[in-house]
C-alpha cells in the first residue's frame, strides 16, 4: 500500500461550523505533513508531524489544530474558519530521516468556507 | 531563509518535442536536496526527479533529467519526447540538509503550467 489516503475529498462549511479532516497512511512513514494550495499557486506548509510529535508549526492561525493520535493518522481539525481559508489542503507522509525520500501526497480535500 | 524562484508561469511544447523548465533558489547552506514535483490535474503531487546537492552528476529519470548547476543556484527540468500525460502543473522544490532545524520543509517554488500539443 504505497496511498495516502484523505477524506473527505470535498468539503463545505460556515464561518461557525466545526469540521475535520483525515489523513491516513499505512506505509509505515513516521512523518506526516499538512500542506495548504490556493489554486495555481504552490503548495504551503502548516504543520509536521515527526514520531508523532508536531515539530514544525508555520505560524497557522488557532483556529487550525493538528493531530497525530497515531503514527497512521493525521487530522486537521477546522473551526471558525474565514472565507480565506478555502483552499486544497494537503496531506503528505514521509519517513523523516530520508531526506531524499520522497514525500507522498495525498489527492487533498477541497475545501470551501461560505 | 531559502526561497525558491521559477521564471516561466506558462510553457507549452509540441508531443515528442523536448521542453526545459527554469528553477533557481537561494540558499546560504552547501547541503540541500532539490525536487521536481508534477501535480496534474487530479491535484495529487507526484515527484519527477531528486537531487543530492553533493553530487554534481545530473539525475536522470527516463525521459525527464535535469541540469544542475551548483554554484549557479540553477536546477532546471528537461522532459524529451514530450507525451500528452506531461500536462501539468510543475514545481521546482528545495529541502534543507537532516542537520537543519527545517529539514522536514520542503520549500516550494511558484511552478510552471506545462501544456502539451497533439
Known amino acids: 500500500d504505497t496511498e495516502v489516503t484523505q477524506t473527505p475529498k470535498h468539503l463545505v462549511m460556515g464561518m461557525t461550523n466545526k469540521k475535520s479532516l483525515k489523513c491516513e497512511q499505512h506505509?509505515?512513514?513516521?512523518?506526516m505533513y499538512w500542506y495548504k494550495q490556493k489554486a495555481k499557486k504552490p503548495p504551503e506548509l502548516m504543520f509536521v508531524?515527526?514520531?508523532?510529535?508536531?515539530?514544525i508549526n508555520e505560524s497557522v492561525p488557532s483556529r487550525f489544530s493538528p493531530e497525530c493520535p497515531n503514527s497512521s493518522l493525521l487530522n486537521l481539525h477546522l473551526h471558525a474558519l474565514q472565507p480565506e481559508d478555502s483552499a486544497l489542503y494537503l496531506c503528505?507522509?514521509?519517513?523523516?530521516?530520508?531526506?531524499?525520500?520522497?514525500?507522498?501526497f495525498g489527492s487533498g480535500t477541497q475545501l470551501s468556507v461560505l | 531563509a531559502q526561497t525558491v524562484t521559477q521564471s516561466q508561469p506558462e510553457m507549452s511544447v509540441q508531443e515528442a518535442e523536448t521542453v526545459t523548465l527554469s528553477c533557481t533558489y537561494d540558499?546560504?547552506?552547501?547541503?540541500?536536496?532539490l525536487f521536481w514535483y508534477k501535480q496534474p490535474p487530479s491535484r495529487q503531487m507526484i515527484l519527477v526527479i531528486r537531487?543530492?546537492?553533493?553530487?554534481?552528476q545530473n539525475a536522470t529519470e527516463n525521459r525527464f533529467s535535469v541540469n544542475f548547476q551548483k554554484a549557479a543556484k540553477s536546477f532546471s527540468l528537461k522532459i524529451s519526447d514530450s507525451q500528452l500525460g506531461d500536462a501539468a502543473m510543475y514545481f521546482c522544490?528545495?529541502?534543507?540538509?537532516?542537520?537543519?532545524?527545517?529539514?522536514?520543509?520542503?520549500?516550494f517554488g511558484q511552478g510552471t503550467t506545462l501544456q502539451v500539443k497533439p
Open positions: 503528505a507522509s514521509s519517513q523523516p530521516d530520508r531526506v531524499l525520500e520522497k514525500l507522498f
Open positions: 506505509m509505515g512513514h513516521r512523518a
Open positions: 508531524y515527526s514520531y508523532e510529535k508536531l515539530s
Open positions: 540558499t546560504s547552506e552547501s547541503d540541500y536536496y
Open positions: 537531487q543530492e546537492a553533493y553530487k554534481q
Open positions: 522544490a528545495y529541502r534543507p540538509s537532516p542537520g537543519s532545524s527545517n529539514t522536514g520543509k520542503l520549500i
